[in-house]
């Protein structure tokens, strides 16, 4: 996006802000784009640092907090390259969920928005008369989100290639996953239940209600037993090739719904912790101390993300999805286009706002974007430490409106942060054009 942006242009939007530059320091106010860590300009006008500052008093007026705890809360707020709040913004604390900012960040650089997992099915037998005699091989590529829907559009595939009984053992090899449970067994025996509707329960049913109407329910008995494997045999034959939803619907589900599972399995596939932590912090250009993880969900108090650090991921995540057409709202829920999953549960936040939050026994936080007349879009990092999880949620909200009416209510809601129409939409779980035949090729 920076060849984009002239340093006239620049100074435009900066004069319209208030601040008034020269034309080499709007060449320097642009960096932003391209190094969203960067903040080079102070804001002039002292609304939003009061407005927190007054919102810090109230959690000790309220007694959300006593006095010395005030130096535990964190806040960060910007617009563009103008710093609006600092409240102890670079130091990193415990924040939860926000976590799963960074996760983000990091799988869609490394995969990209267009990216599936694979999961192979094989075997060893041969197919006659809807029997396949041998085992049905499972090689697992870390898809994090096979889930009922997905199984069973599987297995009808199955069904379709003639195999309705397999005389053999469901083997699983490699990274493989069912429902989240993430033990290999476990998940392994998940599959085979999804595969057979005499073994269904009521969540299985019901989340089969929810699919394509017509679908129809797959037949294959498994006579075996659910074995794991460290490789797969010699002599498989492929079956079928299982594609999972793009890694844009994959980060959209996990931080709608705040899934630490999916959130563990992106950080593994991106290369673990430590990979994950170091190359969020260089493309957030920030210092490597503003973000301490030990894994890629949030939880644990160990993991430390400072409130700067939480809305420069942002922003990075934002500029690598307009790189690809999208925005950050593509990746998050957004008030008034989200309604589904924990996010917005409760929450009383302006229209058009993309959030994250966080969540700990003794941690609150709100992090995300909201659109403003005066300032355009302010990103917003809040992590409050203390108790009384559902009080200070209600005086984030309470902080962004305030913010909103002072800064004007935008008149749209800009392009910027408008999901677009297929990230709006429900997942399409259980999709048969996501399911390759390859029957033995």
């Given at each position: ?10 100074t435009v939007w900066l004069n319209m802000a208030g601040v008034q530059v020269k034309p080499l320091e709007a060449l320097e106010a642009l960096t932003w784009q391209s190094t969203p860590g960067v903040v080079v300009l102070p804001d002039p006008n002292p609304v ?325 007349r005066a300032r355009g879009l302010v990103w917003f990092a809040i992590v409050n430490r203390g108790h009384r999880i559902s009080a200070f949620r209600s005086q984030q909200d309470k902080l962004l409106d305030q913010l909103v009416k002072q800064l004007q209510v935008a008149p749209t809601t800009p392009a910027a942060i408008t999901p677009h129409a297929d ?19």
């Amino acid at each position: 996006m920076l060849e984009l942006f002239g340093s006239g242009l620049v100074t435009v939007w900066l004069n319209m802000a208030g601040v008034q530059v020269k034309p080499l320091e709007a060449l320097e106010a642009l960096t932003w784009q391209s190094t969203p860590g960067v903040v080079v300009l102070p804001d002039p006008n002292p609304v939003s640092k009061n407005t927190v500052q007054k919102y810090l008093q109230n959690l000790v007026k309220t007694k959300l907090i006593d006095t010395k705890l005030t130096q535990s809360q964190g806040i960060w707020m910007q617009s563009g390259p103008m710093l609006m709040a600092n409240h102890q913004g670079k130091n990193p604390v415990p924040a939860a969920s926000l976590t799963k900012i960074a996760t983000s960040l990091v799988a869609f650089k490394t995969f990209g928005p267009d990216y599936q997992f694979e999961t192979l099915i094989g075997t060893t037998g041969t197919i006659k008369n809807g029997v396949l005699f041998g085992d049905l091989i499972i090689q697992g590529g870390g898809d994090p989100l096979l889930v009922w829907e997905e199984a069973i559009a599987i297995g009808n595939s199955l069904n379709k290639m003639g195999i309705k009984q397999v005389k053999g053992n469901l083997v699983v090899v490699g990274n493989f996953a069912m429902n989240f449970q993430r033990n290999s067994t476990l998940a392994g025996q998940l599959f085979q239940q999804a595969l057979n509707p005499s073994r269904w329960n009521r969540n299985i049913t019901l989340q089969y209600s929810r699919m394509a109407k017509g679908t129809p329910k797959p037949q294959v008995e498994i006579t075996g037993q659910v074995i794991t494997q460290p490789e797969v045999a010699e002599k498989t034959s492929l079956l079928l090739r299982h594609r999972s939803l793009p890694m844009k619907r994959l980060i959209k589900e996990m931080n709608v719904f705040s899934n630490n599972d999916m959130a563990e399995m992106l950080a593994e596939a991106v290369g673990g912790t430590e990979i994950l932590q170091t190359k969020a912090a260089q493309l957030a250009r920030v210092p490597k101390s503003e973000i301490q993880l030990i894994n890629g969900s949030g939880l644990g108090v160990e993991n430390r993300i400072s409130p700067r650090a939480a809305c420069a991921m942002l922003m990075a995540i934002q500029k690598e999805a307009l790189a690809h057409n999208l925005n950050v709202a593509d990746l998050f829920p957004t008030s008034g286009f989200d309604r589904r999953g924990t996010i917005m549960y409760g929450r009383n936040l302006p229209k058009a706002t993309v959030i994250k939050t966080g969540t700990l026994n003794t941690v609150s936080a709100l992090a995300g974007v909201l659109p403003t007349r005066a300032r355009g879009l302010v990103w917003f990092a809040i992590v409050n430490r203390g108790h009384r999880i559902s009080a200070f949620r209600s005086q984030q909200d309470k902080l962004l409106d305030q913010l909103v009416k002072q800064l004007q209510v935008a008149p749209t809601t800009p392009a910027a942060i408008t999901p677009h129409a297929d990230t709006k939409a429900l997942p399409n779980l259980g999709a048969v054009n996501r399911n390759e035949v390859v029957q033995g090729g």
